[in-house]
C-alpha cells in the first residue's frame, strides 16, 4: 500500500506484534467477533505466529509459544483499530466476550488544532488494551 511518508518511502500503520497465551482463543475473538481477516501464518507447534488484517490492510501479529528472543521486552500499552461506528465496534467486541473498560464517548484531544473524536476502550483475551478510535482527520 502506498503511503505518504517521503522520509521512510511509504509509511502508515503495518502491524502490531503481541505474544499470546491461547492462539485459538485469541484468533477466535478477532475473526469471528471483531471482524479480522486471517493473513499469512508461519511456524507449526510452539511458536506459531499469525497475522490478522484488522480491515484495511493493517496488522495484528499474534504470536504463540516460546520466545524468539528477538521481541522479548514487547509491553503494548493498547492500539487502536480505527473504525466510523464506534458504538458498534465496541458492542461487537462485548459481545465477543471482550471486558469493555471505558464506553464509547466523545472527546477532544488536546491538539493543534483540538480534535474531536469519538473512542472506547476493551480488554482483548490476553489482557491487551484495545481502543476503538471514530476521527474524521487522521
Aim: glycine share 14%.
Amino acid at each position: 500500500m502506498a503511503g505518504s511518508n517521503a522520509a521512510i518511502g511509504g509509511g502508515g500503520f503495518h502491524h502490531i506484534s503481541m505474544r499470546v497465551r491461547d492462539l485459538e482463543a485469541t484468533l477466535k475473538f478477532y475473526i469471528e467477533g471483531l471482524g479480522c481477516r486471517r493473513g499469512l501464518s508461519w511456524g507449526k507447534g510452539n511458536p506459531q505466529t499469525v497475522l490478522l488484517d484488522t480491515g484495511d490492510g493493517n496488522y495484528l501479529e499474534v504470536s504463540q509459544g516460546e520466545s524468539d528472543g528477538f521481541n522479548d521486552n514487547g509491553l503494548i500499552r493498547h492500539f487502536a483499530l480505527r473504525t466510523d461506528d464506534c458504538d458498534k465496534a465496541i458492542e461487537a467486541a462485548r459481545a465477543a466476550g471482550a471486558e469493555v473498560t471505558v464506553e464509547a464517548g466523545d472527546v477532544v484531544l488536546p491538539s493543534d488544532p483540538p480534535n474531536p473524536i469519538r473512542r472506547a476502550f476493551c480488554r482483548g483475551p490476553d489482557g491487551e488494551l484495545i481502543e476503538f478510535f471514530q476521527d474524521d482527520r487522521t
